[in-house]
């Protein structure tokens, strides 16, 4: 539905830390799905860990928030350009990691509005692998001018 190239057109992440490849399924102001292609050649691999590979949970959930971005984002009036806007990390709740995540893994975002008002967004975000809950945390972001 919206590829990484049209990803780079709403937020301003870029690699290696664009941490969400394409958004499969979007409902504005409800619903976001999408996901990342966790592979050995990412470079957080050099480090975590050299001889037993794991996806870090903390950037599990700077790609849920990310994929959340891009529904707060696309939820916007049409008149907002998001060139103009960054998307800040204003909390985290309830943080679970559920299972490890590893290379060659399709890391399925999911995330819900649970409350939209103005620029402040509260979403339900879980992360799945072959439909297994990996992660799961409440984010709170706000959408502010650069």
């Known amino acids: 539905m919206i590829n990484v190239s049209q990803i780079q057109e709403i937020l301003p992440h870029r690699y290696p830390f664009l941490l969400v490849d394409r958004i499969v399924d979007l409902k504005k102001n409800e619903i976001v799905k999408g996901y990342k292609n966790i ?27 990310q ?32 299972n490890p995540v590893r290379p060659g893994d399709r890391l399925d975002y999911e995330m819900k509005v649970v409350k939209n008002r103005g ?19 409440e984010l709170k ?3 502010v001018d650069k």
């Open 67 to 98: 994929t959340g971005g891009v529904l707060a984002f696309e939820s916007m009036d049409d008149k907002v350009d998001p060139k103009s806007k960054v998307v800040y990390f204003t909390g985290i709740d309830g943080a679970k990691f559920r």
């Open 141 to 143: 972001a706000m959408i």
């Open 39 to 65: 592979s050995i050649s990412d470079p957080v691999f050099l480090g975590h860990f050299p001889d037993h590979p794991i996806y870090p949970g903390v950037l599990i959930l700077e790609g849920m928030a």
């Open 119 to 137: 620029n402040m967004w509260v979403f339900k975000g879980q992360a799945f692998v072959d439909e297994n809950l990996v992660a799961e945390a």
